[in-house]
Nanobody
């Protein structure tokens, strides 16, 4: 059974940093991070292709960086200079198909990790 397990969320003051991790039970060719704030749609934040490392970001003003470990089974999201509007549940997503930042691109999802940024 495929598992994606997120960790690293928490509470931080505006301007601070967090590093989210997503451990996958198997290799996927494409991994991504999404987030969903209360009352809002789930939106793609960043994605990375495991082969070649090509990345794609929703405009985060260069504050977020997606990366992977050498085994390509753990995907990270480094978030710097966090703002209150970054507060959301962050989800890891995976697929072995072509992928962008759309929810429908992904077939596997984690349970999420909460990020709360206070002013």
């Amino acid at each position: 059974q495929v598992q994606l397990v997120e960790s690293g969320g928490g509470s931080v003051q505006a301007g601070g940093s967090l590093r989210l991790s997503c451990k996958a039970s198997q290799y996927f060719s494409c991994m991504a991070w999404f987030r969903q704030a209360p009352g809002k749609e789930r939106e793609g934040v960043a994605r990375i292709y495991s082969i070649g490392g090509d990345t794609l970001y929703r405009d985060s003003e260069g504050r977020f960086t997606i990366s992977q470990d050498n085994a390509k089974t753990t995907t990270y999201l480094q978030m710097d200079n966090l703002k209150s509007e970054d507060s959301a549940m962050y989800y890891c997503a995976a697929t072995n198909e072509w992928c962008g930042l759309g929810k429908s691109d992904y077939s596997h999802w984690g349970q999420g990790t909460q990020v709360t940024v206070s002013i």
